[in-house]
């Protein structure tokens, strides 16, 4: 299959004139990216609206089409054909251009994640940076930048209220995401998610969420991806009952639609990352199953990881922002950092003995910290909320 | 000088100048990371990819959300549009403005660096940057983190209520 889409891409570059190839070359890596990820978000808000229908005993969209399956279309229309609404008062150029930040930079960070390898060793991937891992965070981070244009151009309390829960919400994630990351990035020595998919190479085994620190890791990234993404339980950036929808509520029509995508493709990013770096990305669980193309493979565990986060919505309540930021700087933070240090002995120690010993003396500080920061922490601060000014 | 050049001069500039003319404060930020993205394609197109990229990281994202941040905290109201921009020290202004300007140009084309330009085989790869920030530059990158994490305990001191 990897052969075959890219020889099917050098056929059709090689139909242009010499001056354009380059281009024709990117335009031809970007197609299937963009239609296969708006693909996905269409079917994911299909398919989360019918699991969240029946987490709450309900039956969730089923008119349109078999089983509710153009559900997605009907909305699209709709919202294509709905008014463009701008506020009189409004900043309009600010207005206009946060929506088209922020979606392009939700597309432009699929642009470092491998997809697939071909026998050959050539890689499906749109860019193959050395620099991958710092291109998809220092893109995702213009997110902030476009949620705070979209919220101040807006001239309304609630969606400035809105864009300052956002931001502060994402910068206190961004921190132990990104310690989370630096653990992967300590043992493969690389930048490069190319480099990073392939020291998971050769059965589940290798891959990176099989060891005590990796597991910690991957569970701090999946938290810190749901708060990035502003997903339930980390949605009071747009909590409905207390400021309506955030930033976005002074846009409508295909507008609101592109914010929509947007935090649907941030989600699919950090989920796509999420594969790369810890889940062995294309690879197979067991190389006898290499006979079954590695775009496969990504996208069956990128649909376990979505599953997992539609799950998480339909069960979890919305945190408190103190909870939240409490959860991000004095549990998730300092839990980054001591995973950090021992994704360091554990290489030195899996190197020279092997990884039994590896497990046997890297597992025990993990759960230590996770004992003291968890259960320490809440012994201290938590418990029933004081309500100063009711009492 | 080539077209890559060229253009990204152009957005530097483009950014540069709406971060001195236009009138609200919000505007002026947002083109100053205008600014920010052309400086970072510039890093990009000598072949310094991590160093272009940190500075999206940190600039465009961190610092500038922390210029907001102060400029909205600071400010109840934008100023209204009726005020002229010109003040009575904008010649002034501008004589200093150019003179810093005229300074810099005499001293980039003395520098031995404006001179000889030599086209690396390969981009600087992260690898070799890590290995010399801990070695050859190991006591620098060690005082910065000391400095900053002063100038962080000093944030939470001034931001700390008086307990008593």
Known sequence: ????????????????????????????????????????????????????????????????????????????????????????????????????????????????????????????????????????????????????????????????????????????????????????????????????????????????????????????????????????????????????????IEYSGFKYALFFLAEYLGLFAMTSLAVTLFLGGFHPPIPQLAFVPGPIWFFGKFVVIIAFFIWIRGTLPRLRMDQLLQLAWKFMLPMAVVLLIVAAAWHRISLTWGPVFGWLFCSPPVIMAYLMLGRGGAGKKGGPRVYRYVN | MSLTFAIIAAIVLTGAIGLSVLRKTVHCVLSLTIVFFGLAMLYIRLDAPFLGFALVLIYVSAVTILILFTVLLTRNREIETDVSPYSRGSIAGLIVGGSVFAGLIWMIYRAPLSRGITELESPASVKSLGERLMTEYVLPLEVIALLLTAAMIGAVIVAMKDPG
């Open chain 1, 1 to 248: 299959m990897e052969v075959l889409l890219l020889s099917i891409k050098e056929q059709l570059v090689a139909l242009f004139p010499a001056v354009l190839q380059p281009l024709a070359g990117h335009l031809l890596s970007i197609t299937p990216v963009l239609g296969v990820f708006a693909g996905c978000f269409a079917l994911t808000t299909v398919l989360e609206r019918k699991a969240l229908g029946r987490i709450q005993n309900r039956f969730g969209p089923n008119r349109v089409g078999p089983a509710g399956l153009l559900q997605p279309v009907a909305d699209g229309l709709k919202m294509i054909f709905k008014e463009d609404i701008v506020p009189l008062k409004a900043d309009r150029t600010v207005h206009f251009l946060a929506p088209v930040l922020l979606a392009t930079t939700a597309l432009l960070v699929f642009s470092v994640i491998p997809f697939g390898q071909a026998p050959d060793g050539r890689h499906l991937v749109p860019v193959d940076l050395e620099v991958g891992l710092i291109f998809f965070f220092a893109v995702g981070s213009l997110a902030e930048l476009a949620v705070f244009m979209a919220g101040w151009s807006s001239r309304n309390k609630y969606a400035m209220l809105g864009a300052m829960r956002a931001i502060a919400q994402m910068i206190s994630y961004e921190a132990p995401m990104l310690l989370s990351v630096l653990t992967v990035v300590l043992i493969s020595g690389s930048l490069s998610l190319v480099d990073i998919v392939g020291t998971q190479a050769g059965g589940f085994w290798h891959w990176h969420v099989l060891t005590p620190w990796g597991a910690a890791a991957f569970l701090l990234f999946l938290t810190a991806a749901l708060a990035e993404s502003n997903r339930s339980p980390f949605d009071i950036p747009e909590a409905e009952s207390e400021i309506i929808a955030g930033h976005m």
